[in-house]
C-alpha cells in the first residue's frame, strides 16, 4: 500500500499549494463549505492515481484546493463510506494521502442522529470522543511502521485544543454548540428505537455511518482532530420519526453555515 500511496502523493503533491497543513472532510450534505473557498481548484477523484471513487448521492467526489480563512487547504467533497462496500483501506486512503502530504490537521464533518434528549434536529455537535462499533478496524493488518505505531493511542482522538478553539469561537459569535459521543456504526439501515436506545446507554450521543475510521487512520498518523456532528434527526423515544436520506440532506443543509463559519474561524488561528 506505501508504494500505491507515495504514488497518489507524489501525483497530487504539485497541485497542492505550498504550506497547506489542514485536510477536510466534508459530510452528506455539508459540502457548501467549498463555497467559502478561494482561489478554489478542483481535481475529480477519478482524475487522482489510485484514489477511490465516490458514489452516494449529494457526495460529488472531488478534492478541492484553495484558501480558507486566509489559509491553504484541502477540502475533500464526498468522502467513502464503509457500507458503499469499500474496504476499512480505501475508506481512510485520503487520510493517508493527507498524512503523507505532510498535513497536521484534519476537520471532519458528518450527518448523525441524535440520541440526547437535548438535542434538537439543526444542532451542531463538537465530537467530543467516539465508539467505533464498525464491524472491522482500519488498523487490522500488519501494521506500516512508517505510518505509526502498532498500538496507537485514542485518549484524546479529538484535540482538546482545536475543541476549546470551537467552543470559544460559537460561544463568542453566540452559535449553539452541543457536544458529545459520536458513535461510528456500518449502516446503511437507520437505527431501530431499541438500537438509538442502546448506544444512548453505551454513551452515545449521536450516531452516523462515518467518520469514525477516518479519524482513527488520523490519530494513527498523527494529525490533530477535530470533527463536528450535524444532527439531522432524532433517536429520542417519542421523537422519533421515519427519517431519509434526503431528509437528513435538507436538514444538514440548513445546520451548515454555521458549522462553516467555526471551522474557518479556527482555520484563521492556525
Ligand atoms: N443514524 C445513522 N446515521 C445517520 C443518522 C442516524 O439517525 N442520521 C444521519 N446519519
Known amino acids: 500500500m506505501l508504494q500505491t500511496l507515495k504514488e497518489t502523493v507524489s501525483w497530487l503533491k504539485p497541485q497542492i499549494p505550498e504550506g497547506t497543513k ?4 466534508l459530510g452528506t450534505g455539508l459540502g457548501d463549505l467549498v463555497n467559502n473557498i ?3 481548484k478542483e481535481i475529480p477523484y477519478e482524475a487522482i492515481p489510485h484514489f477511490p471513487v465516490s458514489t452516494v448521492a449529494g457526495h460529488k467526489g472531488k478534492l478541492i484546493t484553495g484558501r480558507l480563512g486566509g489559509k491553504p487547504i484541502l477540502a475533500m467533497q464526498g468522502r467513502f463510506h464503509f457500507y458503499e ?31 440526547n434528549g437535548s438535542f434538537q434536529v439543526g444542532d451542531i455537535m463538537l465530537i467530543e470522543d467516539h465508539i467505533n462499533l464498525f464491524p472491522e ?3 487490522r493488518g500488519k501494521n506500516q511502521e512508517e505510518l505509526g505505531v502498532r498500538f496507537p493511542d485514542m485518549s484524546e482522538a479529538y484535540d482538546r485544543k482545536l475543541r476549546q478553539l470551537a467552543t470559544d469561537i460559537a460561544g463568542k459569535h453566540n452559535i449553539k454548540l452541543q457536544s458529545g459521543v459520536y458513535v461510528g456504526t456500518q ?7 431499541a438500537e438509538y436506545h442502546y448506544f444512548k446507554i453505551i454513551g452515545g450521543d449521536a450516531v452516523g455511518m462515518s467518520t ?25 423515544y417519542g421523537k422519533i420519526v421515519e427519517v431519509s436520506h434526503e431528509e437528513v440532506q435538507a436538514a444538514a443543509k ?10 474557518e474561524e479556527i482555520i484563521k488561528q492556525l
Open 22 to 25: 489542514t485536510g477536510i472532510i
Open 38 to 40: 478561494t482561489d478554489k
Open 85 to 115: 462496500g469499500y474496504s476499512m483501506k480505501e475508506v481512510t486512503y485520503p487520510v493517508r494521502v493527507m498524512q503523507l502530504l505532510g498535513f497536521e490537521y484534519l476537520f471532519v464533518s458528518n450527518a448523525a442522529g441524535g440520541m
Open 137 to 139: 478496524h482500519p488498523l
Open 187 to 193: 449502516g446503511p439501515t437507520f437505527e431501530t428505537p
Open 212 to 236: 469514525v475510521p477516518e479519524v482513527i487512520v488520523a490519530r494513527h498518523g498523527g494529525l490533530k482532530v477535530l470533527a463536528f456532528s450535524i444532527i439531522t434527526d432524532l433517536g429520542v
Open 254 to 263: 440548513i445546520a451548515q453555515p454555521k458549522m462553516a463559519f467555526i471551522m
